[in-house]
């Protein structure tokens, strides 16, 4: 950790003793400033501010940071993380994130850690979604990490190299939840309901502004078919997180609009469950169905170039 801030720090000392005190005068003398109080105050200013930058971050962002060094030790995590997950930033820094996750998510978890040098010094990107331990209760209080229950995050980051004093790689992560009621809705948005193979079983009246079908018309249909062929490999991780984690994000994605062209969606999705089995309901346990809410991000882009049959307006018609 103290090389990690050292070398963020450093670069910004350096780029600050620059800017201030690097201005050259014309006859080419070196402007000094030799007010050693005044070098100490800007520097407090300095970094209160850096503090509130950093505070207000975290305000705004639905969810805690965390670093993770390559063999998966929690090197840091925001001091917000005890909102998030019951544990205090104390109990968690220096354990190894693998103590904390479902098993299921190991492996996944360990190919976001598995970094080859070009992708290490690129600042390869990271978006993947894991199950973690939480000992809040559902009434937000703190419970024994004996009782945990399992938490979706959506963890998105970079992949970093410290080179002072030494080189060590880790991935810089902002990790959120994934609960549906933390999802806000606005007049771009459209919420689903789908059978587990991702065909709809009802679609709101909003779907009709923002792509041209009608619910009834989508009923029956697989998500697949609105979907653009190039970002088939995105919804597919999406549809398989769903079905292993309860809960997923899809990331940005292309939907065909009806009549010609696409938008640009990204779908918050989750897993309902049926009520519990009982002796005369022995399947009830099965998933009910998929609950998704849809954001729409851009306007209709390429509107004349039809990219399926499910676009020809002659299908609707006839």
Same mark, same amino acid.
């Not at 090389?3 to 003793?17: M, R, V, Y």
């Not at 407090?44 to 950093?54: A, C, L, N, P, Y």
């Not at 696409?262 to 169905?289: D, F, M, N, T």
């Not at 849809?294 to 039809?306: A, D, F, M």
């Given at each position: 950790?103290?090389?990690?801030?050292?070398?963020?720090?450093?670069?910004?000392?350096?780029?600050?003793?620059?800017?201030?005190?690097?201005?050259?005068?014309?006859?080419?003398?070196?402007?000094?400033?030799?007010?050693?109080?005044?070098?100490?105050?800007?520097?407090?200013?300095?970094?209160?501010?850096?503090?509130?930058?950093?505070?207000?971050?975290?305000?705004?962002?639905?969810?805690?940071?965390?670093?993770?060094?390559?063999?998966?030790?929690?090197?840091?995590?925001?001091?917000?993380?005890?909102?998030?997950?019951?544990?205090?930033?104390?109990?968690?820094?220096?354990?190894?994130?693998?103590?904390?996750?479902?098993?299921?998510?190991?492996?996944?978890?360990?190919?976001?850690?598995?970094?080859?040098?070009?992708?290490?010094?690129?600042?390869?990107?990271?978006?993947?979604?894991?199950?973690?331990?939480?000992?809040?209760?559902?009434?937000?209080?703190?419970?024994?990490?004996?009782?945990?229950?399992?938490?979706?995050?959506?963890?998105?980051?970079?992949?970093? #190299?410290?080179?002072?004093?030494?080189?060590?790689?880790?991935? +810089? !992560?902002?990790?959120?939840?994934?609960? @549906?009621? $933390? *999802? =806000?809705?606005?007049?771009?948005?459209?919420?689903?309901?789908?059978?587990?193979?991702?065909?709809?079983?009802?679609?709101?009246?909003? #779907?009709?502004?923002?792509?041209?079908?009608?619910?009834?018309? +989508? !009923?029956?249909?697989?998500?697949?078919? @609105?979907? $653009? *062929? =190039?970002?088939?490999?995105?919804?597919?991780?999406?549809?398989?997180?769903?079905?292993?984690?309860?809960?997923?994000?899809?990331?940005?994605?292309?939907?065909?609009?009806?009549?010609?062209?696409?938008?640009?969606?990204?779908?918050?999705?989750?897993?309902?469950?049926?009520?519990?089995?009982?002796?005369?309901?022995?399947?009830?346990?099965?998933?009910?169905c998929i609950l998704c809410v849809t954001y729409v991000l851009s306007g209709v882009e390429e509107p004349s170039l039809q990219l399926s049959l499910d676009q020809t307006l002659n299908r609707y018609l006839s």
């Amino acid at each position: 950790m103290h090389t990690l801030l050292k070398g963020s720090a450093g670069l910004k000392a350096q780029t600050s003793h620059t800017v201030r005190y690097g201005q050259v005068l014309e006859g080419g003398e070196e402007r000094q400033m030799h007010d050693g109080g005044r070098d100490k105050e800007e520097k407090g200013t300095e970094e209160v501010e850096v503090s509130e930058e950093t505070n207000m971050y975290l305000r705004i962002m639905e969810g805690f940071l965390m670093v993770l060094s390559t063999e998966g030790d929690m090197i840091y995590l925001s001091d917000n993380v005890s909102k998030y997950m019951g544990l205090t930033q104390a109990e968690l820094m220096g354990h190894n994130i693998f103590e904390f996750t479902h098993p299921c998510d190991h492996e996944e978890i360990r190919n976001n850690l598995r970094l080859t040098a070009e992708q290490v010094w690129s600042g390869a990107k990271r978006d993947f979604v894991m199950r973690i331990k939480s000992a809040l209760t559902h009434r937000g209080r703190s419970a024994n990490l004996k009782s945990a229950t399992w938490k979706v995050l959506h963890c998105q980051g970079r992949a970093k #190299v410290c080179v002072t004093p030494s080189s060590v790689s880790c991935l +810089l !992560l902002t990790c959120q939840p994934l609960p @549906l009621s $933390h *999802t =806000l809705l606005s007049t771009h948005t459209f919420t689903s309901q789908h059978s587990m193979d991702m065909r709809f079983t009802y679609c709101d009246q909003r #779907v009709t502004l923002l792509l041209g079908y009608s619910p009834q018309e +989508l !009923l029956g249909r697989s998500i697949y078919d @609105l979907c $653009h *062929t =190039l970002d088939i490999k995105c919804l597919t991780k999406n549809h398989l997180n769903l079905c292993l984690k309860s809960q997923s994000v899809s990331g940005q994605y292309r939907m065909l609009v009806r009549g010609g062209g696409y938008v640009w969606v990204e779908s918050h999705s989750a897993v309902i469950p049926s009520v519990k089995p009982s002796k005369s309901r022995p399947g009830a346990h099965q998933p009910l169905c998929i609950l998704c809410v849809t954001y729409v991000l851009s306007g209709v882009e390429e509107p004349s170039l039809q990219l399926s049959l499910d676009q020809t307006l002659n299908r609707y018609l006839s």
